[in-house]
T-cell receptor, first 115, second 112 residues
């Protein structure tokens, strides 16, 4: 069964450093997403991406964050100058363009720990 | 904007007992509704989805959910809990061409 792949599974970084989280969505999917889950809290929407541009973003997704689809397969989330409160599990998701499907397939997540 | 509210952050049942996890939604247009399960240290796995076909939706692992428009609810049930059902359960909502929003989650504990 096709799956969304995320790397790294766990990254530890120092406060102020830049982090790039990588995702390989399902190959025929056209919509891509990043969600965040702080330990013990709800899954929060960060950003959605379609046709090589951001289609929607939450208030969490400020100038510290950026997304990119540098080639035909990868979808990355960059966090500039990480803060302690950025420590969380970051989930990538994708869905196909079939109208009404709206089902997101999630990756296993990348755990970010900021020290 | 659409949203969901999960009633009860923690539910505890005995093995073999009925599981009932509550979810109420808010949406100005007909919604799509989902339940996802998250096992410890794992990602989100789709349990079942409602996409305006049958109001009673059957999912994996014996779970089902019923869409009740009059109550704006989409509660998740399973007749008999198993130890392996212990996990975090998230209700989610989306509308046509819009993005998915999750509830706060309900942690299910199953006692032997």
């Amino acid at each position: 069964e096709p799956e969304v792949t995320q790397t790294p599974s766990h990254q530890v970084t120092q406060m102020g450093q830049e982090v790039i989280l990588r995702c390989v969505p399902i190959s025929n999917h056209l919509y891509f997403y990043w969600y965040r889950q702080i330990l013990g809290q709800k899954v929060e929407f960060l950003v959605s991406f379609y046709n090589n541009e951001i289609s929607e973003k939450s208030e969490i997704f400020d100038d510290q964050f950026s997304v990119e689809r540098p080639d035909g397969s990868n979808f990355t989330l960059k966090i500039r100058s990480t803060k302690l409160e950025d420590s969380a599990m970051y989930f990538c998701a994708s869905r196909d363009r079939e109208a009404g499907a709206n089902v997101l397939t999630f990756g296993a997540g990348s755990r970010l720990t900021v020290l | 904007a659409q949203s969901v509210t999960q009633l009860g952050s923690h539910v505890s049942v005995s093995e073999g007992a009925l599981v009932l996890l509550r979810c109420n939604y808010s949406s100005s247009v007909p919604p799509y509704l989902f339940w996802y399960v998250q096992y410890p240290n794992q990602g989100l796995q789709l349990l079942l989805k409602y996409t305006s076909a049958a109001t009673l939706v059957k999912g994996i692992n014996g779970f089902e959910a019923e869409f009740k428009k009059s109550e704006t609810s989409f509660h998740l049930t399973k007749p008999s809990a198993h130890m392996s059902d212990a996990a975090e359960y998230f209700c989610a909502v989306s509308v046509e061409n819009n993005d998915m929003r999750f509830g706060a989650g309900t942690r299910l504990t199953v006692k032997p």
